[in-house]
């Protein structure tokens, strides 16, 4: 990318897999970049396939941040406020109708609501097998059990955000993908790790997240930067007017960035933000 002058005042940041090392921690010198970004009054926002409460404590702490994009996109939340700035809800028919697809498999299965992820217990015992040990904490420490979860839906005062399921065999992951492709609902599915499936309401990316950010703040496309390494980060990467790819992100990712920076193993995050906003 040849050197110019940029402008950036929004920066959005996928967590697994860009943000975060391989151990889910966050490095210090991303840290102290986010930080700086943060006293200069660009806006950092956290974009991710989690709910609002699965947001790390070491980007709540730090000073400034405000805003996150959570269940990709779907919920665009204030954190000062504690009240969303846009919301792209499934239908409860929507979410029912993936959820019948998933029974079956030998999956994990979860509901996002109101910032939330509400888990089918009877699957809970399946999580030593098949949740990733990296993931392991946060998702026994991020979960609420339900016995049944059409009747938590059907009474459930509001909407879902987003279907999210963990395969214990990416070929099952596949199959599912085909089957709730073909209910014709115009489902957006995505996936953010291996053998993950997230499944939105029609039409709700992270990047749709970053637009009604954005219009939020009166900012315009070549003030935003994304940065991500996965198929749900895709639709940001291509919204904003610096789309950021990490060194490990899947080829696609790499393909739709405009800049490739290092790996979430070796600062890549860092890296980006000290060039493109603090100007180091």
């Not at 702490?61 to 846009?86: I, K």
């Not at 939105?200 to 970053?210: E, F, I, M, S, Y």
């Not at 060194?247 to 960035?257: D, H, Q, R, S, T």
Request: proline residues 4%; neutral net charge; charged residues 20%.
């Amino acid at each position: 990318m040849e050197q110019q002058a940029w402008d950036i005042r929004l920066v959005a940041l996928d967590l697994d897999g860009t943000l975060f090392t391989d151990q889910k921690t966050i490095t210090p010198r991303t840290l102290a970049a986010l930080a700086e970004a943060l006293r200069r009054g660009v806006t950092v926002a956290p974009a991710t396939g989690r709910p609002a409460t699965g947001l790390p404590d070491a980007l709540l702490a730090l000073p400034g941040l405000r805003y996150a994009l959570t269940s990709n996109g779907a919920r665009v939340w204030d954190l000062a406020q504690n009240a969303p700035v846009a919301e792209f809800l499934m239908q409860k028919a929507q979410a029912e109708a993936a959820l019948r697809v998933l029974e079956g498999y030998d999956c994990v299965t979860d509901l996002f609501v109101q910032g939330r992820r509400m888990s089918i217990a009877s699957q809970l015992a399946r999580m030593e097998r098949i949740i990733s040990p990296a993931m392991l904490a946060y998702m026994r420490s991020t979960r609420t059990e339900v016995e049944d979860i059409y009747a938590y839906l059907a009474a459930s005062p509001a909407l879902p955000e987003k279907v999210s399921v963990v395969f214990a065999q990416n070929a099952q992951r596949a199959e599912a993908w085909q089957r709730l492709e073909g209910l014709g609902l115009g489902l957006v599915l995505s996936s953010s790790l291996d053998k993950n499936l997230e499944i939105n309401a029609p039409g709700v990316t992270k990047g749709r997240g970053l637009l009604a950010l954005a219009q939020h703040l009166g900012l315009a496309k070549h003030q935003l930067m994304a940065c991500g390494d996965s198929g749900n980060d895709l639709a940001m990467l291509k919204a904003a007017g610096l789309g950021v790819a990490m060194g490990n992100a899947e080829p696609a990712v790499k393909a739709a960035a405009g800049y490739i920076t290092a790996s979430n193993e070796e600062d890549g995050v860092a890296l980006a933000v000290e060039r493109f906003v603090l100007g180091r």
